[in-house]
């Protein structure tokens, strides 16, 4: 079964101070894997995914990921944290077309 | 890029009442949805994978008397809450397959669910 675990529950991180958000998975075959960002009480936005290819993937703000299979992993990093992104970030795995889990979250808190 | 659109954003209602949120993919045919349900400070757990024309696919443990899933067009996905508890007061959110070009998942923005 597939399962995604978040080590991290909350990350505080300074304004201008790199950032990486881990996550690994437990998948069958190749992975589709997804990052996901979340502020209080709304829908969930796609940062980036990973299908096939380039094991780094760039996505929106500034985010990318490293797919590592033989660490079962794709952390989440950030070169240089902005205030705007603290908010609750989720990584998934799915087979394409299907159903996505989603691993726990982790909360990223910004201090200026 | 493809647009998710769920409505109401939050609704409140009396327990033994049903509620129904619809959940729009507004530039792209969703042949599949899925309804999610995120409790507090938890993560997001599939409910039921609801395929357009066809009955829902429920997850285990979710009961399907009690939460409705139609999904009668290529755009409209509907979720009814029926007999609503307080414990059914959640946050819940549609996500659609975009079958486009590279496509992933996009979600609506959620519905908080208060019922009292």
């Known amino acids: 079964a597939q399962s995604v675990t978040q080590p991290d529950i909350h990350i505080t991180v300074s304004e201008g101070a790199s950032l990486e958000l881990r996550c690994n998975y437990s998948?069958?075959?190749?992975?589709?894997l997804f990052w996901y960002v979340q502020s209080p009480g709304q829908g969930l936005q796609l940062l980036l995914k990973?299908?096939?290819?380039?094991?780094l993937v760039q996505g929106i703000k500034g985010f990318e990921a490293e797919f590592k299979r033989s660490q079962s992993s794709f952390n989440l990093r950030k070169p240089s944290v902005h205030w705007s992104d603290a908010a609750e970030y989720f990584c998934?795995?799915?087979?394409?077309?299907?159903?996505?889990?989603f691993g726990a979250g982790t909360i990223l808190r910004v201090k200026s | 890029g493809a647009v998710v659109s769920q409505h109401p954003s939050r609704v409140i209602c009396k327990s033994g009442t049903s509620v129904k949120i619809e959940c729009r993919s507004l530039?792209?045919?969703?042949?599949?949805m899925f309804w999610y349900r995120q409790f507090p400070k938890k993560s997001l757990m599939l409910m039921a994978t609801?395929?357009?024309?066809?009955?829902?696919?429920?997850e285990q443990g979710v009961e399907k008397d009690k939460f409705l899933i139609n999904h009668a067009s290529l755009t409209l996905s509907t979720l009814t809450v029926t007999s609503a508890h307080p414990e059914d007061s959640s946050f819940y959110i549609c996500?659609?397959?975009?079958?486009?070009?590279?496509?992933?998942?996009?979600f609506g923005s959620g519905t908080r669910l208060t019922v009292v």
């Open positions: 990973y299908f096939s290819g380039d094991t």
């Open positions: 530039d792209f045919q969703a042949t599949t």
């Open positions: 609801s395929n357009e024309g066809s009955k829902a696919t429920y």
């Open positions: 996500s659609a397959r975009d079958s486009g070009p590279g496509g992933g998942y996009t």
């Open positions: 998934a795995v799915g087979e394409y077309g299907n159903k996505l889990v």
């Open positions: 998948y069958g075959a190749t992975p589709y």
